[in-house]
């Protein structure tokens, strides 16, 4: 996409497709787009089953198990000594046609949504999970912030989805909302309500200097056990990109459920598109708790564990992309599925006042891989 005053450099729209019925060769096609685009939004999907849409991702890594990237319903909604994941803060359905689909969405979605009677959907806020987040007021005015900046996966257990894709139902009307990053650098961008913002990580790679480059290259990062109930209590910056040094809020060791060491994730920085072999600088850093450093390939490692460490040291790489002109708030429409390759972006929702703007519905899927990334 050729965007006035921007770098970025990724994403691509496909018209005249219609995934419910996808041969081959146009699967082929698709594949070669999502991996050479990073982001690619497919128009018309109104009609797409939720079975198919299911499908549709699978087919990019047949091998995987059919099963959502975060795992079941039930994993999610865990809660242990009575707290909750981070992930079920808000509230968590599937399609029941389709187990796989899970339904992001907020406010009430009508009578009978796909088999979901009657359902209103509790979207978090970063008003509960970020520090010094906007008034009520303000929010209701049109500020938003961008909410945590992720990749669609577990760290746990499972290994991160190659693709999500993300189909949009129904969208919030009104005006346009200010993104506010409200950490001292004045930045700000427009959003249309609703919307996705992405930064593409193989773009990031590109930015480092030799010597980051050959760090990033040689080094690993663990991530914490269960990671999302690690920082369920913590709040995150005001561009949901780290958690501030010294908050000292995640749950401690002898809190935590028990974990296996072998379901424990230790996965390499720097990861590779599958199609074109781009790297990509590729590190989930607020659940990370380790970092393997090695400055070459025969340096000694140096191990960094303490958390705010780790952060501190993974910050300013996430940061050089969240500015106004490496991110992209997705132009996708009503009927429209944005997929993207998940293993080479990051992502973050923007929310909305739901009470003056209305519902918004999405249905995401992405399929916990069939091997690590590499
Ligand atoms: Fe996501």
Known sequence: ???????????????????????????????????????????????????????????????????????????????????????????????????????????????????????????????????????????????????????????YDLDPPKVTALRCLKLPQGREQTIRWDDGSGMEMKTRPGRTAYYNCEQLYEMLTAEEKAMADNSLVTYAPHPYKWISGCQQDTIGITIPQGQGKEVPQDQMPAFEFSKVKKYPMVWHNEVTGKPAFMVHAIIAQKLHIKRAANDVELVIDDVDEVRKFLYPFARRMVTPENVLVAPYEEGDIAVWNNRGMQHGFLEYPVDIMGPRTMHQVNIAASCPPS
């Not at 419910?20 to 982001?39: G, H, I, K, P």
């Not at 009609?47 to 047949?62: E, K």
């Not at 406010?107 to 010094?132: C, F, M, P, S």
């Open 1 to 155: 996409m050729e965007l006035p005053g921007s770098n970025v450099n990724f994403g691509a729209f496909v018209e005249g497709i219609d995934l419910n019925d996808v041969n081959e060769d146009t699967f082929a096609q698709l594949r070669n787009a999502v991996y050479e685009n990073q982001l690619v939004i497919i128009k018309g999907q109104q009609a797409l089953t939720p079975s198919n849409h299911f499908d549709f991702v699978h087919r990019f890594d047949p091998t995987a198990q059919a099963l959502h990237g975060h795992g079941t319903l039930k994993s999610v909604k865990e809660t242990w000594k009575g707290a909750p994941s981070l992930l079920a803060l808000g509230s968590v359905y599937n399609i029941p046609e389709a187990p796989g689909v899970r339904l992001v969405a907020a406010g009430w979605q009508g009578e009978d949504h796909y088999g979901l009677k009657d359902i209103t959907y509790d979207a978090t806020t970063i008003r509960k999970t970020q520090v010094n987040p906007p008034t009520k007021e303000e929010m209701d005015a049109g500020v938003v912030r961008f909410g945590r900046w992720h990749i669609d996966c577990a760290a």
